[in-house]
């Protein structure tokens, strides 16, 4: 993890350090030190706050995806505009939280990040809603269905931008949007909501891999 307020960072450790399924594996002050020690730990998830010295969230974020394709970025910030948002997700983030989340918000946060599931805090979710939605009820592009198709099937992020020939940041991209449009935080309920509002074919069955 990487904080370069002290007292948050300490914080932060004492409250993870209580849960027996997560190991504190490192802790820097700034986004180079996040991303050394992203390269010589290899760890399952990089919490990283968003403003931080010498290297900022958002690029830490570009340079630990780059090294380290299997550490999960999970920026934990107080910083909740759009334009951060999109910047940290577009960087490789899988997901974005505000640090008013409870203690078990953060950890849940973390597991889903590790599987490599898109997580956005509520009012994160809300924002973005507030921000997109349209009169009308707001209509998946074909991209996002296609994306939600294959989340549907069961594909991780990775697996999704296989089978669409994007990079995975762009998968990223569309279910934030996917999220705001359908007023929903995770990808289950996005699948969910859009079968209920015939925003998938009728008839579509999910599958548990991909074709």
Known sequence: MADDHTVMRAGLVALLSAEPSLEIV??????????????????????????????????????ITAACPRT??????????????????????????????????????IHAASR???VLAPRVAQQLVARMRRPARAALTARETDVLRAVADGLSNAEIGRRLFIGEATVKTHLLRI???????????????????????????PRRGPR
């Open 26 to 63: 490192g802790e820097g002050e700034d986004g180079a030190a996040a991303v050394e020690l992203a390269a010589r730990l290899r760890p399952d998830v990089a919490l990283l706050d968003l403003r931080m010295p010498v290297l900022d969230g958002v690029a830490a974020t570009v340079a």
């Open 72 to 109: 999960r970025v999970l920026i934990l910030t107080t910083y909740d505009t759009d334009t951060e948002i999109e910047r940290a997700v577009e960087a490789g983030a899988t997901g974005y939280l505000l640090k008013d989340a409870t203690r078990e918000q953060l950890v849940d946060a």
């Open 116 to 118: 490599g599931e898109t």
């Open 179 to 205: 999220f705001a449009k359908l007023d929903v935080s995770d990808r289950t309920h996005a699948v969910v909501v859009a079968m209920e509002n015939g925003l998938l074919p009728r008839g579509w069955e």
